[in-house]
C-alpha cells in the first residue's frame, strides 16, 4: 500500500447535474430511481457475492449516498459512512443514524474517524464521480485506514466490450463524467493496490448494464 493521510473531500468530483440529472440529488427521487432499476437485487448480490460482509466487519463507506446497502448487512456491522450530499447524508442518517455513523465529506478527516482499523472499504458508484486524481485520493483513503488484512471493493458502470447496447446508452448518460473502461479502471487502481483483481459483470440490475468490480484484499 502506498495510502497517506487524505482529507473526506470529493474536491475532484466531475458530475453533470444539468437537465433531467438534477432531480437525482433529491434523495428521495434518487431511491425510487434505484429500486426502479433493479438495486434491491444489486444490493443483495454486492452483499452476499461480491463484498462478503461478516458479522464482525468494520466498514468505512466512501461516497455512501443514502446508504441503503446498510439494510443488507448484519445488525453488527461497525459502518462509517460519509458524502458530500448533505441531503444523501440526511437521509441516511433519518432511517439508520441508530445502527452507523454518517458524515459529509469535508467535516472530519475520515482516517481519524475510522481510527485506521478498517476490516473493509467501499466505495459503491463513486469513482466515476471522480477524475483521475480523485480516484487516487479516493483509493489511498481506502488504504491508510485498512487493517493488514483487510479488503477494499468497489463497483462502478463501465464501458466494456460485449456489452448491451443499452447499457452502453446508459453508461455513456450517467451523471458521472468519469465512466471508464475495466482497462482505464485497473491502470488506475494499480498506482495503489497493484494485486488488485478487476473484473466486469452484465447481469446485476433488471435493466441491461455493466459494471466494472474492482476487488482487493490484503491478506
Given at each position: 500500500?502506498?495510502?497517506?493521510?487524505?482529507?473526506?473531500?470529493?474536491?475532484?468530483?466531475?458530475?453533470?447535474?444539468?437537465?433531467?440529472?438534477k432531480?437525482?440529488?433529491?434523495?428521495?427521487?434518487?431511491?425510487?430511481?434505484?429500486?426502479?432499476i433493479?438495486?434491491?437485487?444489486?444490493?443483495?448480490?454486492?452483499?452476499?457475492?461480491?463484498?462478503q460482509?461478516?458479522e464482525d466487519?468494520?466498514i468505512?463507506?466512501?461516497g455512501?449516498g443514502t446508504?441503503?446497502i446498510?439494510?443488507?448487512?448484519?445488525?453488527?456491522?461497525?459502518?462509517?459512512g460519509?458524502?458530500?450530499?448533505?441531503?444523501?447524508v440526511a437521509?441516511?442518517?433519518?432511517?439508520l443514524?441508530?445502527?452507523?455513523v454518517?458524515?459529509?465529506?469535508?467535516?472530519?478527516?475520515?482516517?481519524?474517524l475510522?481510527?485506521?482499523?478498517?476490516?473493509?472499504?467501499?466505495?459503491?458508484?463513486?469513482?466515476h464521480?471522480?477524475?483521475?486524481?480523485?480516484?487516487?485520493?479516493?483509493?489511498n483513503?481506502?488504504s491508510s485506514?485498512?487493517v493488514e488484512?483487510?479488503?477494499?471493493v468497489?463497483?462502478?458502470?463501465?464501458i466494456?466490450?460485449?456489452?448491451?447496447?443499452?447499457?452502453?446508452?446508459?453508461a455513456?448518460?450517467?451523471?458521472?463524467?468519469?465512466?471508464?473502461?475495466?482497462?482505464?479502471?485497473?491502470?488506475?487502481?494499480?498506482?495503489v493496490?497493484?494485486?488488485a483483481?478487476?473484473?466486469v459483470?452484465?447481469?446485476l440490475?433488471?435493466?441491461?448494464?455493466s459494471?466494472?468490480?474492482?476487488?482487493?484484499?490484503?491478506?
Open positions: 500500500m502506498d495510502g497517506e493521510t487524505t482529507e473526506a473531500n470529493f474536491e475532484h468530483t466531475g458530475e453533470n447535474t444539468s437537465g433531467f440529472r432531480m437525482f440529488s433529491l434523495a428521495p427521487v434518487y431511491r425510487f430511481a434505484q429500486l426502479a433493479g438495486a434491491t437485487k444489486l444490493r443483495k448480490v454486492m452483499s452476499e457475492e461480491i463484498f460482509v461478516a466487519e468494520r468505512l463507506d466512501i455512501c446508504a441503503d446498510l439494510e443488507n448487512f448484519p445488525l453488527s456491522v461497525d459502518y462509517i460519509f458524502d458530500p450530499s448533505e441531503a444523501y437521509s441516511a442518517r433519518s432511517r443514524g441508530h445502527r452507523a454518517f458524515t459529509t465529506a469535508g467535516t472530519a478527516n475520515a482516517d481519524e475510522a481510527q485506521r482499523d478498517r476490516t473493509l472499504t467501499l466505495a459503491i458508484g463513486v469513482l464521480h471522480l477524475d483521475d486524481d480523485g480516484v487516487i485520493n479516493a483509493l483513503l481506502a485506514v485498512l488484512n483487510g479488503r477494499f468497489s463497483i462502478d458502470p463501465t466494456a466490450d460485449g456489452q448491451h447496447a443499452i447499457g452502453r446508452f446508459l455513456k448518460r450517467d451523471r458521472g463524467n468519469h465512466v471508464r473502461t475495466p482497462e482505464q479502471t485497473s491502470e488506475l487502481v494499480r498506482r493496490f497493484p494485486d483483481t478487476i473484473y459483470r452484465h447481469d440490475l433488471r435493466v441491461p448494464y459494471h466494472v468490480i474492482v476487488s482487493v484484499d490484503l491478506s
